[in-house]
């Protein structure tokens, strides 16, 4: 039998540098339920969002994914030309081919490593985590470029009260490397395919035609464009959140060897502020803890909303680099990762 080679990498990973990309357009409540059926008291009480960003103009998820990446490398201090792999986590890229992560690694200046899309929807960030940090400790990469980016908005029905005023559009990544001491935990991470339809897109491109019971083309006078949109059985997915996630987040505790005492942030995915305090309550985590609520101003951004909610208390001083940080990334799939990690120094300042 030959011996193929193998490789071997560096044990300890950490987060060396972060960068995130918000689109321009600020969209409150009141601009929301000019379409939608509901009322900005609704959507704040229901879901802690007062407002969030859509990309409009010159922003597509190409160009957001691109400058969340450059600025996360800039920050790093870590050379393009050292950058081994890039990883975009993305449910929203719009073509099957190409894929997206090769053209938005051009886009910062780095061409002819691998570079690949990752979906697992909301739980895309933390797959690509533990992705990643496998790479390196592995020996197949010694940096990686990871990227959440989403423009949700385009398959979002603007008068369906399941989503319209839940998602937002917009961009996070982070620099992984080698590190004194290891600053990313081992992932507890899962799916559940039972409940993969709780969170589903209304048109089959096999048949190529809307899925009948999904279709949300009803009004042809006032909404004469029927667009692909998602569809999301919310209370299914908070039930589904309540029983999965809390055991998710003691294991991710464990496994890290980490006291739960020693927890200095909560970076739960933006999903929804009161399942977020319902977490934090029911893992016994202090009160005064410090717990990311950037779904306030960004809205739900999918695979993107672990980076921008980091990136938003390191900017602000809320969380401080170094600091070790319980995350959870969960949603589509049904799918969920969390991690115990210490955060990234805080990002230079931006002129968006
Ligand atoms: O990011 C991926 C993972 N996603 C999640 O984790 C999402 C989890 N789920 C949620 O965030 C919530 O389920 C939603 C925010 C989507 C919905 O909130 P909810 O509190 O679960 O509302 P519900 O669907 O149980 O509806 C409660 C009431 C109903 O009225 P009645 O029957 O009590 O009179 C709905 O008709 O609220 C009504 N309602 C609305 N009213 C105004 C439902 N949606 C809306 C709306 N505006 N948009």
Not at 6 to 20: D, F, S
Not at 66 to 91: F, H, M, Q, Y
Not at 251 to 264: F, H, L, P, Q, R
């Amino acid at each position: 039998m030959v011996n193929i080679n193998t490789t071997t990498g560096h044990q300890n990973v950490a987060m060396l540098g972060i960068g995130a990309y918000r689109p321009k357009r600020v969209v409150t409540n009141a601009e929301v339920c000019e379409v939608l059926d509901s009322t900005p008291e609704w959507i704040e009480e229901r879901t802690g969002i007062k407002s969030r960003r859509w990309f409009s103009e010159d922003e597509t998820l190409r160009s957001i994914a691109a400058t969340a990446g450059a600025r996360a490398l800039k920050n790093s201090g870590v050379a393009p030309e050292k950058i081994d792999a890039v990883i975009l986590c993305t449910s929203s890229w719009l073509t099957f081919v190409p894929n997206g992560a090769p053209s938005v690694a051009y886009d910062i200046g780095i061409n002819g490593v691998p570079a690949f899309d990752l979906t697992a929807g909301c739980g895309g960030f933390g797959y690509g985590l533990a992705v990643a940090s496998g790479m390196i400790r592995g020996g197949t990469a010694e940096h990686v470029l990871l990227i959440g980016a989403e423009t949700m908005t385009v398959g979002i029905n603007p008068k369906d009260r399941g989503t319209a005023m839940i998602f937002g559009d917009g961009a996070g990544a982070v620099v992984l490397g080698p590190s004194e001491v290891n600053g990313v935990s081992p992932a507890v991470w899962g799916s559940d395919g039972e409940n993969a339809s709780a969170i589903r897109q209304n048109f089959d491109f096999l048949n190529y035609q809307f899925v009948a019971a999904d279709y949300q083309h009803k009004d042809p006078e006032t909404d004469p464009m029927p667009r692909m949109s998602m569809i999301m059985e919310g209370p299914r997915v908070f039930r589904w959140a309540a029983i999965t996630l809390p055991r998710a987040l003691s294991e991710a505790i464990e496994n890290s060897g980490v006291a739960k005492e020693d927890i200095e942030v909560f970076i739960p995915h933006q999903a929804n502020a009161r399942i977020n305090e319902l977490m934090k309550q029911n893992l016994g985590l202090p009160e005064d803890l410090p717990m990311a609520n950037d779904i306030e101003t960004t809205g739900n951004t999918s695979a993107a909303s672990i980076p921008l909610a980091m990136e938003e208390m390191l900017r602000t001083g809320k969380a401080k680099g170094g600091q070790v940080a319980l995350l959870l990334g969960f949603g589509a799939g049904l799918s969920y990762s969390g991690q115990v990690v210490t955060l990234p120094p805080a990002p230079a300042p931006e002129e968006d």
